[in-house]
């Protein structure tokens, strides 16, 4: 088998959605153990098998909702196979807990039509890209150092970070995917000065999309990272101000666990946490998002857990408080709801009832990074979408990738499309059946009545958007090898390749 690193360098695609650990650059995943190898093995067997059927090129194929329809029905298979030895055993009282299910690999037009989907308005809640040219590359060099981990790993500019900018974010959100709208989100900073995409810069993003459409239809929003815990208090409230004057603010973002100088902080906080969210309130910016599990590389694990959020949306009901990751971590193994676990999606559903939220209340979650991590495990996926359907409540879950750090985001569209909670783990665990119209909630009508945006009229607005004109033409050049392959990863994928690279950055630990 030719390792990974090795197709992506001869110019061979990569898999679209490899097996094992994988990580967005942000964070290090676990080892690539020997039963990923064997998966990767079926999947490429099944890759070439499929694509003799097909009688395509296998560079074609791979770049094909065909290679998807590989990848997902290995998975799926390992799944079952499985649940049936672990039927075998004293613990298991149920099969297979999610299924993904795909027509044959060799129909490449059925795989197209059956993960391509019905027309859904698709909301990604959680994408980035950066501002090669900001102040950020001079006074941010832990930042910049940790961006250009997540370049893709076949980027040949001479300015690396040019793989991962506006345009860059234009082709793989709106070429590449069936995405419609996305909110244009930052990784942690504390102001313009060392912010990857400050905000002036995102709401030129945001501008320049919009003038692609007559009437300026609402194609991206933005966030306003604040970092209340850095600096002068005062300042990064002045700094709110002036962000939601501009009326471009669709919510505020911060990460509590971060501080380069020491610890995070707390929501809660009568210093720094509460007036911050009051000051939100008051200026009428209603949505307020923190970054909640997944532990970045130098984050404070004492204020990573969801209780704060959670809490604080009880004492302003009006508010609408979103948990990006949904509290997961990749480190934990996602199974029936443990009230007692102090890691992972459990700590948030035990905070929604110690303090008493109820399902479709004011808290939300987003699916970033989460959703690409456990589509190769169907069963555990099915727990951890389970759980959040049952307790957060259908209408309070939102599409998120993380885009474009994993490259486009087509894949986990079509992945989703393709995933179903088993009748057996829903009578066993009172999981709700993830119906296509709860899928269309969570790709984006949810998004919708977050940000209240009316997405047939958006829809109809951005008919006459170019980026929509164009993305079938994308399409084929990407099928003949005109373009880049939509699937591929941005960045280190595996643990090694992370460890490789975080070994050449000092400002990181050990």
């Known amino acids: 088998m030719m390792p990974r690193r090795r197709r992506q360098l001869d110019g061979t695609p990569a898999l679209a959605l490899p097996p094992g650990p994988v990580t967005n650059g942000e964070y290090v995943p676990a080892s690539h153990r020997r039963r990923d190898e064997v998966i990767e093995k079926l999947i490429q067997d099944d890759v070439d098998a499929g694509a003799r059927r097909a009688g395509m090129d296998r560079r074609r194929f791979l770049e094909s909702a065909g290679a998807v329809a590989a990848c997902l029905m290995v998975y799926d298979l390992v799944g079952c196979t499985n649940a049936r030895h672990q039927a075998s055993g004293p613990t298991s009282t149920t099969g297979p807990g999610g299924r993904l299910t795909t027509p044959d690999t060799a129909d490449v037009a059925a795989c197209e039509h059956a993960l391509g989907g019905a027309g859904e308005f698709i909301f990604d809640v959680h994408t980035h890209h950066v501002v090669p040219t900001g102040p950020w590359r001079k006074n941010a060099p832990e930042t910049v150092n940790l961006v250009l981990g997540m370049v893709p790993s076949d980027c040949r500019s001479t300015d690396r970070l040019q793989c991962v900018d506006r345009s860059a974010y234009l082709h793989d959100l709106f070429l590449a995917s069936d995405t419609t709208v996305a909110l244009l989100s930052d990784v942690p900073n504390s102001g313009p000065d060392n912010a990857p995409i400050p905000f002036a810069d995102a709401v030129g993003t945001q501008q320049f999309a919009a003038s692609l459409i007559h009437g300026g239809a609402p194609r991206i929003l933005v966030h306003n990272i604040i970092a209340p815990n850095v600096g002068d208090f005062q300042a990064r409230l002045a700094g709110m101000t002036a962000a939601a004057a501009t009326g471009h603010v669709a919510g505020f973002k911060v990460y509590t666990a971060w501080n380069p100088a020491g610890p995070g902080f707390s929501l809660l906080d009568p210093a720094v946490g509460l007036p911050t969210i009051q000051h939100a309130h008051d200026l009428g910016v209603k949505v307020f998002t923190a970054h909640k599990g997944l532990p970045l590389v130098n984050f404070d694990p004492a204020h990573n857990g969801p209780d704060d959020i959670v809490a604080a949306s009880r004492l302003f009901p009006d508010m609408s408080f979103v948990v990006y990751h949904a509290a997961w971590d990749p480190h934990h193994r996602e199974g029936p709801y443990n009230p007692t676990a102090t890691v992972g999606i ?39 979408i389970g759980k959040l359907l049952k307790r957060v409540g259908p209408q309070r879950i939102l599409w998120g990738t993380d885009a474009i750090w994993y490259g486009s985001p087509q894949a986990q569209i079509m992945a989703f ?32 009545r977050l940000f209240n945006l009316d997405p ?55």
């Open 346 to 384: 459990d700590t948030l559903l035990a905070a929604l009832d110690r303090h008493a939220v109820p399902p479709n209340d004011n808290v939300w979650v987003d699916l970033g990074t989460l959703w690409r991590q456990l589509l190769t495990d169907p069963s555990q996926a099915a727990h951890a």
């Open 456 to 510: 047939e009229a958006t829809r109809c607005a951005l008919q006459s958007d170019p980026l929509n004109a164009a993305t079938p033409a994308a399409a084929d050049l990407r099928r003949h090898g005109a373009l880049p392959a939509a699937s591929a990863p941005n960045g280190p994928t595996t643990r090694r390749d992370m460890l490789r690279w975080i070994a050449t950055q000092r400002w990181l630990p050990s």
């Open 417 to 448: 499309r393709a995933f179903s909670i088993t009748p057996e783990f829903q009578a066993t665990y009172g999981y709700p059946a993830l119906t296509d119209d709860i899928k269309r909630d969570i790709f984006g009508r949810n998004g919708a």
